[in-house]
């Protein structure tokens, strides 16, 4: 089921479709508390919050928007929920630190989001050199080595199908159809295996321990 049948499911008193809208945005709700907490994060790990405090959080905003949604206005319901979630997390923040700003996240780098133009490899998500200070630079590299770290940490088959088909070792992203015939694969296997894979690599992250 999508989102916002989840959504009027939810709405008319099903349980298992608000477990099931939570899992759906699971994802988004930990890519989100992951820069919300590393914006500043050595503050957030001396004030002892910790990423799964705001995955919680956004988890509850994200519930609480549901009662807002108007499935007849066509809009999307994570777009509608998104700020939600985001503010939720903010407030939790805040009830530590008052003077936490969201707005400077910074560049961070998702593997799900490395194909977004078939003429490109991973190294060219990397914002350009001659405008980032050493820090940046630092901390872009240790992002890239977080994912390949990860990727030696799921299972041989999954790493095999993202380094092909994200491109990490050609630096050429291939599309989900030639991936699916290079590992004989129907595209809804593919496209299962893609998911299930990229879960796993962002449980493996090193932002899950702290």
Not at 2 to 13: D, F, K, P, R
Not at 94 to 100: C, K, L
Not at 105 to 123: P, Q, S, V
Not at 168 to 178: G, K, N, R, V, Y
């Amino acid at each position: 089921m999508t989102n916002e049948q989840l959504c009027i499911a939810t709405l008319n008193g099903d349980t298992e479709a608000r477990n099931a809208l939570v899992e759906n945005n699971l994802r988004f709700i930990k890519r989100t508390a992951y820069e919300m907490w590393s914006a500043q994060r050595e503050l957030n790990t001396s004030l002892g919050i910790e990423i799964n405090d705001l995955v919680q959080e956004g988890a509850l905003g994200l519930l609480d928007g549901i009662s807002g949604y108007r499935p007849d206005t066509g809009n999307k319901f994570l777009t509608y929920a998104a700020p939600a979630i985001r503010n939720a997390m903010v407030d939790y923040i805040r009830s530590y630190n008052p003077t936490f700003e969201a707005k400077n996240l910074g560049n961070i780098i998702h593997l799900d989001e490395i194909a977004k133009d078939e003429n490109r490899g991973k190294h060219e998500y990397i914002a350009d050199p001659t405008k980032q200070t050493p820090e940046q630079l630092y901390l872009a590299q240790e992002r890239i080595d977080d994912i390949h770290h990860a990727l030696n940490m799921i299972e041989p088959r999954e790493e095999y199908y993202l380094r092909y088909r994200f491109g990490f070792d050609d630096d050429i992203e291939h599309p989900l159809t030639e991936t699916a015939k290079h590992f004989h694969l129907s595209e809804s296997r593919a496209r299962s295996t893609e998911a299930l894979a990229l879960d796993n690599v962002w449980l493996e992250l090193p932002w899950w321990f702290h």
